[in-house]
Every structure is written in structure tokens, then in C-alpha cells.
């Protein structure tokens, strides 16, 4: 910079450039900073070429034979003086040809002392406090981002368990896992200082709940690598000692993960703070899932004891058809038997309904609408559950089989209606029957069964039977194949939607089944919530009496509107709905010829019956546990018909703050139903709470919901 001063000073204009013009016509002088000439070009030989060398030794070749002039600058600062003798041996006419110049150096305890002053300039007192304060603050929030992080990854690891995608589980768990470690540690220094604000309770709990969702989706795992080993061989018979002790050993397992992941979810629901209004659904899901894992394990651990006992037992399973439907679930085609014990499940022996009714030689009496509206003269097992109540017709059932087949010492039953299987069948994606050569899934299931079952049936055929067996083994065969999450998912629905129920003889777990509402029982109305209340109840259920599956096309809606006298009676007009869209008159679809009935309080009193308006007075009327009320109507393709019942209670509101129940109950294997709650209150009634999100409006309340399963509602009323 200096030496291009100096050369606009002489008038002369100088040019720089880092590269080498590729013309150097307009230039008299050239100068080489650092460069090395091996020869002069021949456009340039006529000029007057300098080098110079900063700090660089020359190489020997140039120094030997230097083209033009060569400058050697060994120092540090070139000064005015340097610049002069610079200019004067490149424009004299000297003959020498290498010009070294020693210029001043800069000393190191100059720059060391530039180096301290710099230090001192910046690194006041104010300065390294304001640093300290700046490293303290991020030593106490250097965790949060990190544990971030490691929920983002649990979260994705629960995500990819769901979906079955255990590769993908592992990698997010792992690196969740490395997270959290990361977290505590770095929260170890924070730690203090948020306790001694009162404020590491937030952390701890974030951090714990991290550590224990990671637990659940390990533990988890666990469970589902041994359910996969013991579906490959619970069915195998004769089992080696080792293979039985290897069962047990994997049973119990399963049976301590369980209760781990009971325990881990009860505590993260318990660190969840109760303060933030977005997270009570999550709360309450989470008080969900853990009383199922708690139902599960229970019902696991029975089922894990018949297994491994010595000793083996018998069950019944009914396969109901609910597309005609019948007051416990549907027409029983065929039931099968199931052996459990001495560490098998034996594979479930199919029987036709028709072979073992051929065999009945004493006459039973049916229920009378059996007789009256079906026509038949006698009562067979086929028919047998025409009761609501699961038990009444397992009862039934094991007395038919009995005086038919001399079959008995069950120790329990199971029913699946055609929806429950197809449910179960949902969770399998396709399942191919190579007896068949047919890939069954949930939406053709129901349409193949009755092409290979229905079409040109006769008494004594085997190929209803056959074609069960052939779907049962090949389930079992594809056990490990089924997402255990979408298993557990739709037998779980079956059970709430009454589609499947369970009675065994153990009373601890059969409470646990009757208490779930999986067990298909007629409840008992009790006063639940308060030692004096006033009970409702309402069970409607139906009896397709038409001998065809014409349910598959019944819609169903129930309307209860119910009505507060001033007094405090309570006033009901139960109106249902049945729309029939058979398309035609031919089977399987055709007119819904139905026997309703219907369970009411005891103490109701019936005012009127109608269908469609018109009066009915030939119902037929029973008091017992219940008041039932039953009359025969029918419903062809494409019609609607609606029945209204007007009752009311014997219980009136008295007090002045008194609690109503009412206990609704739907029929096993019926579809779910539209169902419309409308309450109405004069003046002096008010409501003052319920347990359901109705709309409110001048001493009315109405709530839209679905009778997918027993539901009780509760309303609490002030009388002034």
C-alpha cells in the first residue's frame, strides 16, 4: 500500500492485480510480489521486471541468474527509507541486480503486550460477572432442550410400536434412551438451584415420566417377543419338559411385565399435574389404560393357571349369527368345544347345531313366541338362548347338550356373533383357507360363510363345520402374523360392544367380567352414588322370528323422553324406530318379523302401547325381577315401523336435592343404536348436575349419544 503511494506521488500510475495480465503491452514496469520468473517472455524482454521477496528465501536459480532486478525485505515494517532505496535501484541504472534490505522487526513482547492490554481492555470486573451469569443460566436450562429431544423420540418409539414397526421401535427407544441419560445429567447441576426456588418438582416429573414411558414400550416389547415364541407352540401337543418349563417361564414374564406396566402408567398418571385443563383427557386415558392392563393381567394370569395345570377343563363356544338376531345374541348354528390344560390349548372341535339337536329324543316345550311365531313344536338347542341373559342360556345350553350329545362338566363359555369374528378378522388383514382356496377379510367374511355354509345346506351336512374348523386352524396358524396392539384392540371391542361375552365358573374372575359388562348379564339396578336414589332401567331387546337375516338390514333408533310432573312423577314415552332395507322379499333378507320385549322397573305402570299409532292391546305382560312387556310386529322391505311405550314410575322426586339413575342395557349381538335421551322439568325442578355433556335449555336437556354397550346415567335434581 505504502509502495503504490509513493509511485502515484512520482506521477506514475500503478496497477495490482493478484493474477498476471494475459497483455502486458500498456505496462513499462513489472513487478513480481513472491513470484518465481524462470525466464522473460519475449513480449516482455524489453522491459524492466522486478521481484520481491516478503519474508521468502528466493529460490537458488534466481538469485544465480536473476531476470530483471530482485528485492529481498527481510522485517517486519518498511519505512519511508526502505521505500526510497526500493525506488532508487529500480529506476537507476546501477548494474547489480539483487537488493536485500533488513527493515525493523516487531519484538514478541510488543504483540504480547498488545495481547494483554487486550485482555485488560475486556475482561473487566463487570464483564467476567456478566460471563459468569451468562454460564450459570445456561448450566441451569442446558437439560430442558435435550429433554425435549428425549420425549420427541419416546413418543415416536410408542408411535412405531403401534404400528407394529419394531425396527424402527428400537432405534428411537435407544436413542430416547441415551437422551434421558444426557437429561439427568445435566440436570444434576440445575437441580439444587430448582429446589431451592421450589421449583423442581415440574422437571423431576417431566423426566420421571420419560423414563417411565420408555419402561411401558420395553416392557411391552418383552411381552409381544414372548407371545409370538408361545402362539408357535401353544398349540403343539405332547410338549417335552423343556418346552413346558419354557412356556411357564415366558407365561410368568409376561404376567410381571404386566404388573410393571400397570405400576408405570398409575405413576405417570400421578406425575401428570392436575393444574393444566389440555391435559385431563390424556389423564383420563391414561386411568383408561391402566384399569384394562389391570383387567388384563387378571384375566391373564386365570388363563395362564388352566393353562399350565395339570388337570384340563372344558368350554363352550356358541357361534351366534346375529343377522338373525335372537334375545342372547343370534341363532346358534354351531358351537364348539375347547380343552384347555396340562400346557395346551387343544384346537376347537366344531359341531353342527342340527347333528346335535338330530339327536335330542325327549320333548322340551319352547318359549311360547317360539312356538306361536316360528312354529315350532319343540325346543331345541338352536333356540336355546332366548333368554337376555348370558348365563340363563350357557344354563340352557348345557342342558340340551346334555339330553342330546351327553356332553357336560364345562367350566365355562364363550359366545362370538359374526360381528365379533369379523372383528377379529380385521385385525388379521386377510387370511387365506387353502381348503378353499379363498382369502377371507372382515368385509367378505359374512357373504362367503353363507356361500359356503348356506348355500344347498342339508341336516347332517358337514360343511358349515368344515368351513369353521378350516378358519379356526388357519387363525391359529397365523396367530403370530395378527398386530398383537389391533388384536387386543378389537377383541376388546367386542367384548364392550357386547358382540363377545364370557361366563366362567371361578367367581373371583367372573366378577371381573360382570363388573366390565363383558359377561352378558341382566344388571341388577343398586343405587350406586348415593344411599337413596330412584332407579330406572331400560333393556330393549329382540327376536327375529322370520327365519331369515334380515337384521343385516335393520336400523334401530330409541328415543326416551321423559317427563317431570310438578309433583315429581316421572313420565316416559319410549319410542322406537325400525327401518327395514332388505331389497327384497327373497333370503336372506326379506320382512323383519320380530318379537320385541322389553325390561322395565318392576313398579312401572303401562299406559299405552303403540306401533306405528295404532293401538296394540295384545302385548303380553310378565312381572318378575322386571316388568316385561313383549308383542309381536312385523316390517317389510323398505317400510319403517315405530313403537311407542307410555310408562311412568312409582318413584317421585321428594327431596330437595335427590339423585335419578338410569340403567340402559343393550342386547347381545345387536348393532349399536342411535339413542336419544329428552328431559323435561317444570318450574320448580331444576337440574343441578348429570354425569353426561347434554344441551341445556329451559328445563330441558337433551343428549344425543349410541347404545353401543350398558351405559348408566345419572342426573341430579333439586326440587324448591
Not at 170 to 179: C, I, N, P
Request: with cysteine; charged share 25%.
Amino acid at each position: 500500500g505504502d509502495l503504490k503511494k509513493r509511485l502515484k506521488k512520482n506521477s506514475i500510475e500503478p496497477y495490482f492485480s493478484s493474477k498476471a495480465p494475459r497483455s502486458t503491452e500498456t505496462f513499462s514496469y513489472l513487478f513480481y510480489i513472491d513470484e518465481e520468473i524462470a525466464e522473460i517472455p519475449l513480449s516482455e524482454s524489453k522491459k524492466i521486471i522486478v521481484s520481491i521477496f516478503f519474508k521468502k528465501k528466493p529460490p537458488q536459480l534466481i538469485l544465480k541468474k536473476p531476470l530483471g532486478k530482485v528485492i529481498i525485505v527481510n522485517g517486519d515494517v518498511i519505512e519511508n527509507s526502505d521505500l526510497d532505496r526500493i525506488l532508487w535501484f529500480v529506476f537507476s541504472d546501477t548494474k547489480e541486480r539483487v537488493l536485500t534490505l533488513t527493515t525493523k522487526k516487531i519484538s514478541k513482547s510488543k504483540s504480547a503486550r498488545k495481547n494483554v492490554n487486550f485482555y485488560i481492555k475486556y475482561l473487566t470486573f463487570k464483564n467476567i460477572l456478566l460471563l459468569s451469569f451468562i454460564i450459570f443460566i445456561i448450566s441451569q436450562i442446558i437439560f430442558i432442550p435435550v429433554l425435549v429431544v428425549s420425549s420427541i423420540l419416546t413418543y415416536e418409539s410408542y408411535v412405531n410400536f403401534k404400528s407394529g414397526k419394531m425396527a424402527q421401535t428400537d432405534k428411537y427407544l435407544a436413542l430416547g434412551h441415551e437422551s434421558i441419560l444426557a437429561t439427568q445429567y445435566l440436570y444434576g447441576m440445575a437441580r439444587p438451584t430448582l429446589l431451592l426456588f421450589g421449583v423442581a418438582l415440574y422437571p423431576d416429573n417431566f423426566i420421571d415420566i420419560n423414563v417411565k414411558g420408555q419402561a411401558v414400550i420395553n416392557e411391552s416389547e418383552t411381552i409381544l417377543k414372548n407371545v409370538k415364541v408361545i402362539s408357535n407352540n401353544i398349540f403343539e401337543e405332547k410338549k417335552s419338559p423343556e418346552e413346558k418349563n419354557d412356556l411357564k417361564l415366558r407365561l410368568k414374564t409376561i404376567d410381571d411385565n404386566l404388573s410393571e406396566i400397570g405400576d408405570n402408567l398409575m405413576e405417570i398418571n400421578q406425575k401428570i399435574p392436575d393444574n393444566f385443563a389440555f391435559l385431563n383427557k390424556t389423564k383420563d386415558n391414561l386411568s383408561t389404560v391402566s384399569d384394562l392392563v389391570d383387567k388384563f393381567q387378571r384375566i391373564f394370569s386365570y388363563v395362564s393357571g388352566e393353562l399350565t395345570s395339570k388337570s384340563t377343563k372344558k368350554y363352550l363356544v356358541f357361534f351366534a349369527n346375529n343377522r338373525e338376531l335372537r334375545p342372547g345374541g343370534g341363532f346358534l348354528g354351531s358351537f364348539g368345544v375347547l380343552t384347555v390344560g396340562d400346557y395346551d390349548i387343544g384346537k376347537i372341535k366344531v359341531y353342527d347345531v342340527y347333528d346335535a339337536d338330530g339327536q335330542l329324543a325327549a320333548h322340551v316345550d319352547p318359549p311360547v313366541p317360539l312356538q306361536k311365531y316360528l312354529g315350532v313344536p319343540h325346543w331345541y338347542l338352536r333356540d336355546s338362548n332366548f333368554s337376555p341373559d348370558f348365563l340363563e342360556d350357557y344354563q340352557q345350553a348345557q342342558f340340551f347338550l346334555d339330553k342330546e350329545m351327553n356332553m357336560s362338566d364345562f367350566h365355562g363359555a364363550i359366545l362370538l356373533t359374526t360381528t365379533a369374528i369379523e372383528n377379529i378378522i380385521s385385525a388379521f388383514g386377510n387370511i387365506y383357507l387353502p381348503d378353499y382356496r379363498e382369502s377371507i377379510n372382515s368385509q367378505n367374511f359374512y357373504l362367503l360363510t353363507q356361500t359356503n355354509v348356506e348355500s344347498n345346506f342339508f341336516a347332517g351336512s358337514t360343511q358349515k363345520t368344515n368351513f369353521l374348523s378350516s378358519l379356526i386352524n388357519q387363525i391359529s396358524i397365523d396367530l403370530n402374523k395378527a398386530s398383537p396392539f389391533n388384536l387386543a384392540t378389537e377383541i376388546k371391542k367386542s367384548l364392550d360392544e357386547k358382540q363377545m361375552v364370557v361366563y366362567v365358573d371361578d367367581p373371583d374372575i367372573q366378577s371381573l367380567f360382570d363388573s366390565s359388562y363383558w359377561s352378558g348379564r341382566v344388571i341388577s339396578p343398586q343405587c350406586n352414588f348415593n344411599e337413596k336414589c330412584i332407579l330406572d332401567y331400560l333393556f330393549p331387546y329382540d327376536a327375529n322370528v322370520g327365519a331369515n337375516k334380515a337384521n343385516y338390514y335393520v336400523d334401530r333408533s330409541i328415543y326416551l323422553k321423559t317427563d317431570i310432573t310438578s309433583d315429581g312423577r316421572i313420565n316416559h314415552i319410549l319410542s322406537i324406530q325400525y327401518k327395514n332395507d332388505s331389497p327384497s322379499y327373497v333370503f336372506p333378507s326379506g320382512s323383519y318379523r320380530d318379537y320385541f320385549q322389553v325390561l322395565l322397573p318392576i313398579d312401572s305402570k303401562i299406559t299405552e302401547v303403540t306401533e306405528n299409532g295404532s293401538l296394540v292391546d295384545n302385548y303380553d305382560q310378565k312381572d318378575d325381577k322386571f316388568k316385561t312387556v313383549g308383542f309381536y310386529f312385523s316390517v317389510d322391505p323398505k317400510e319403517t315401523m315405530e313403537i311407542r311405550i307410555v310408562y311412568s314410575l312409582t318413584d317421585k322426586v321428594t327431596d330437595s336435592q335427590e339423585l335419578y339413575q338410569l340403567v340402559t342395557q343393550k342386547q347381545i349381538g345387536a348393532s349399536n343404536s342411535d339413542f336419544v335421551l329428552d328431559f323435561q322439568t317444570p318450574q320448580n325442578i331444576s337440574f343441578v348436575n348429570q354425569n353426561f355433556s347434554p344441551i341445556v335449555k329451559d328445563g330441558e336437556i337433551i343428549y344425543n349419544t349410541n347404545l353401543s354397550t350398558d351405559k348408566i346415567f345419572l342426573v341430579e335434581l333439586a326440587k324448591q
